[in-house]
């Protein structure tokens, strides 16, 4: 398998501007994590979906931050309006949800809005 | 609400030397994970805690869990400069899949 992927690997953009990252978990699994990660915050998970739905939201920072699981290969993770502190890594993570529920993390996203 | 705290942040050792690293958390919960994280990499899973008195070990690495006492430790032995990272605990929360990070410990292993 794949592995999580996550794309792209790198964002640079101006405040203002709209900002799109997308995950695809690993096959069969069916709960998805987008975390982000700062040196002042550390890991925080911002939601997470269970078969596609939306199970907690209670770590999204605004109403700038909205994500979509339309079907089980794919989700997004958009920002609009960016800021500069939105400036992280964002990583999605999936999981199989039996067994160790154990989590597995893609390569992560580093945005910088400037 | 969960928290989960890890000691000591950073920790500068020489090689061949032991140490252990703790991770303590506030409410119940039966699922501890280990986590490693190089520089501008993804978390890698190390080690899964299910039950009070677990125990794991990969080469020069030993995870345990108290369930009581609500800690977890990470023992190094005889570290190497390749065990050079970041480590992480987080902690499952009861009744959902969420996991709680901890801070994490940066470990600088010196030749």
Same mark, same amino acid.
């Given at each position: 398998?794949?592995?999580?992927?996550?794309?792209?690997?790198?964002?640079?953009?101006?405040?203002?501007?709209?900002?799109?990252?997308?995950?695809?978990?690993?096959?069969?699994?069916?709960?998805?994590?987008?975390?982000?990660?700062?040196?002042?915050?550390?890991?925080?998970?911002?939601?997470?979906?269970?078969?596609?739905?939306?199970?907690?939201?209670?770590?999204?920072? &605004?109403? @700038?931050? *909205? %994500?979509?699981?339309?079907? #089980? !290969?794919?989700?997004?993770?958009?920002?609009?309006?960016? &800021?500069? @502190?939105? *400036? %992280?890594?964002?990583?999605? #993570? !999936?999981?199989?949800?039996?067994?160790?529920?154990?989590?597995?993390?893609?390569?992560?996203?580093?945005?910088?809005?400037? | 609400?969960?928290?989960?705290?890890?000691?000591?942040?950073?920790?500068?050792?020489?090689?061949?030397?032991?140490?252990?690293?703790?991770?303590?958390?506030?409410?119940?919960?039966?699922?501890?994970?280990?986590?490693?994280?190089?520089?501008?990499?993804?978390?890698?899973?190390?080690?899964?805690?299910?039950?009070?008195?677990?125990?794991?070990?990969?080469?020069?690495?030993?995870?345990?869990?108290?369930?009581?006492?609500?800690?977890?430790?990470?023992?190094?032995?005889?570290?190497?400069?390749?065990?050079?990272?970041?480590?992480?605990?987080?902690?499952?929360?009861?009744?959902?899949?969420?996991?709680?990070?901890?801070?994490?410990?940066?470990?600088?292993?010196?030749?």
């Amino acid at each position: 398998d794949a592995g999580v992927i996550q794309s792209p690997r790198h964002e640079v953009t101006e405040m203002g501007q709209e900002v799109t990252l997308r995950c695809k978990p690993i096959s069969g699994h069916d709960y998805l994590f987008w975390y982000r990660q700062t040196m002042m915050r550390g890991l925080e998970l911002l939601i997470y979906f269970n078969n596609n739905v939306p199970i907690d939201d209670s770590g999204m920072p &605004e109403d @700038r931050f *909205s %994500a979509k699981m339309p079907n #089980a !290969s794919f989700s997004t993770l958009k920002i609009q309006p960016s &800021e500069p @502190r939105d *400036s %992280a890594v964002y990583f999605c #993570a !999936s999981s199989a949800g039996t067994g160790l529920y154990e989590q597995y993390f893609g390569p992560g996203t580093r945005l910088t809005v400037t | 609400e969960l928290k989960v705290e890890q000691n000591p942040l950073f920790l500068s050792m020489q090689e061949g030397k032991n140490y252990t690293i703790y991770c303590n958390y506030s409410t119940t919960s039966d699922r501890l994970y280990w986590y490693r994280q190089d520089p501008g990499k993804s978390l890698e899973s190390l080690f899964v805690l299910l039950s009070n008195g677990a125990v794991k070990q990969e080469g020069r690495l030993m995870a345990s869990l108290d369930t009581k006492a609500r800690l977890s430790t990470l023992h190094i032995t005889a570290a190497v400069h390749d065990l050079s990272a970041t480590y992480f605990c987080a902690v499952g929360t009861s009744g959902t899949y969420k996991y709680i990070f901890g801070t994490g410990t940066r470990l600088k292993v010196l030749a």
